[in-house]
Structure formats: structure tokens, C-alpha cells
T-cell receptor
Framework: GAVVSQHPSWVICKSGTSVKIECRSL??????MFWYRQFPKQSLMLMAT?????????EQGVEKDKFLINHASLTLSTLTVTSAHPEDSSFYIC??????????????FGPGTRLTVL | GNSVTQMEGPVTLSEEAFLTINCTYT??????LFWYVQYPGEGLQLLLK?????DKGSNKGFEATYRKETTSFHLEKGSVQVSDSAVYFC??????????????FGKGTRLSVIA
């Protein structure tokens, strides 16, 4: 149990286009989802915290108009990279926590999405 | 603030060698501590965790003990295998009872095990 999926697993796009990344909790309801960004050979940087039905909370330095996050249901959060540029190329990882018990006290990670902007 | 410092890699070991990856933390309050592993091309997987002082987390031959007096959570394994080659992240959550608290990660340590 507690499986998180991401789609797509990798995407290549042209500069100036927008890309949507989905994060789904497959077998539990996720009240909170987190979006991280990982640069090559570096740690995970928290981008934003997303709670179902409310606006995402962005970390300092993360452009909310650039990285649109929507958490419309208890099983789905989306990250849209708008007007992508090569510097947005990165590995994006989501994680989710559930509503109670073990699911509430642990984060479950998706496999990540590798974005390459040409 | 909350932070995690772990030894910089890469670490290269021969198969069956002993592994230690150091991790120390700074936190207000009483954090829970985690080790995550990231295999090549994959996302993060929880390796082990400890939620209070003196707890020992263990999994797949890996162990780490929550040492409050030294604010440390060092990862150890007695005999590494080639399949242990991965990046290991030490992390903390400073509010165990809050499901919407993000993890604070160390920078990761890349381990390469050679046959």
C-alpha cells in the first residue's frame, strides 16, 4: 500500500511551452502533497506544499506563476511548468501524506519526472 | 532553523566492506529522523527511521541510532553489496504529529560498491 505515481516519467519539450506533471496517490487519500526539485548530484529542494482544496504554499524563491500547483482532489496534484526554459530542466519529485495513522506520519514518494527543456 | 549535514561523497567501497555515512542535524524541538535511498533513475525510498532518542532504525542490514546527545543519526551496514550502490539521504521532520510538515534533507551521499 501507499503507492504514489507520477506521470510522465520523463518529458522533453521546446522552450516556451508548458508542461504538466501529475502526482497521484494510488491507494490512499493524500491530504498533503509536496513538490521537490532535484538538480544533478544534489539534494532535494522543496518547492511547495499542496493541501487538497487550498492554495499551495511556495518556498521562498520559487515563482508561483512559473510553477502552478493544483491539488483538486485527495488523490491528485499537478505541477505545471509554464513557459519552460532550459534552466527549468530538472528532476521533479512529489511526495504525499495520508489522512491518519501511518499514512499521516510518513511521506511516500513518487518515482520522479525528468524534464528536459530544449 | 532545521538542517541536516551529511558526509560528502562519493564513497567507494569494495563488496563486503563496512559502511558508515555520517549525519548530524540541527533542529528546534524533537525531530524524527530518516534515511532515504535513491537508486539510479528512481525516486526516493524510505530505508529506515527513528522517532525518538535512542531509537534504532534498521532495514536490509542497514542501521542507524538516534543520538540526541550528539545530534547524530549515522547510517551503518556491516557488509555492503554491489546492489547497495545508490545515493543516501539523511532527513528530518521537526513535527512528527503534523502530516503537512515537509522533510528537510541533507545533500546526499553517493555510494558505489565495487565487486
Amino acid at each position: 500500500g501507499a503507492v504514489v505515481s507520477q506521470h510522465p516519467s520523463w518529458v522533453i519539450c521546446k522552450s516556451g511551452t508548458s508542461v504538466k506533471i501529475e502526482c497521484r496517490s494510488l491507494d490512499f487519500q493524500a491530504t498533503t502533497m509536496f513538490w521537490y526539485r532535484q538538480f544533478p548530484k544534489q539534494s532535494l529542494m522543496l518547492m511547495a506544499t499542496s493541501n487538497e482544496g487550498s492554495k499551495a504554499t511556495y518556498e521562498q524563491g520559487v515563482e508561483k506563476d512559473k510553477f502552478l500547483i493544483n491539488h483538486a482532489s485527495l488523490t491528485l496534484s499537478t505541477l505545471t511548468v509554464t513557459s519552460a526554459h532550459p534552466e527549468d530542466s530538472s528532476f521533479y519529485i512529489c511526495s504525499a501524506t495520508g489522512t491518519s495513522g501511518k499514512l499521516y506520519n510518513e511521506q511516500f514518494f513518487g518515482p520522479g519526472t525528468r524534464l528536459t527543456v530544449l | 532553523g532545521n538542517s541536516v549535514t551529511q558526509m560528502e561523497g562519493p564513497v567507494t567501497l569494495s563488496e563486503e566492506a563496512f559502511l558508515t555515512i555520517n549525519c548530524t542535524y540541527t533542529a528546534t524541538g524533537y525531530p524524527s529522523l530518516f534515511w532515504y535511498v535513491q537508486y539510479p533513475g528512481e525516486g526516493l525510498q524510505l530505508l529506515l527511521k527513528a522517532t525518538k532518542a535512542d531509537d534504532k532504525g534498521s532495514n536490509k542490514g542497514f542501521e542507524a541510532t538516534y543520538r540526541k546527545e550528539t545530534t547524530s543519526f549515522h547510517l551503518e551496514k556491516g557488509s555492503v553489496q554491489v546492489s547497495d550502490s545508490a545515493v543516501y539521504f539523511c532527513a528530518l521532520i521537526n513535527n512528527w504529529n503534523s502530516g503537512n510538515t515537509p522533510l528537510v534533507f541533507g545533500k546526499g551521499t553517493r555510494l558505489s560498491v565495487i565487486a
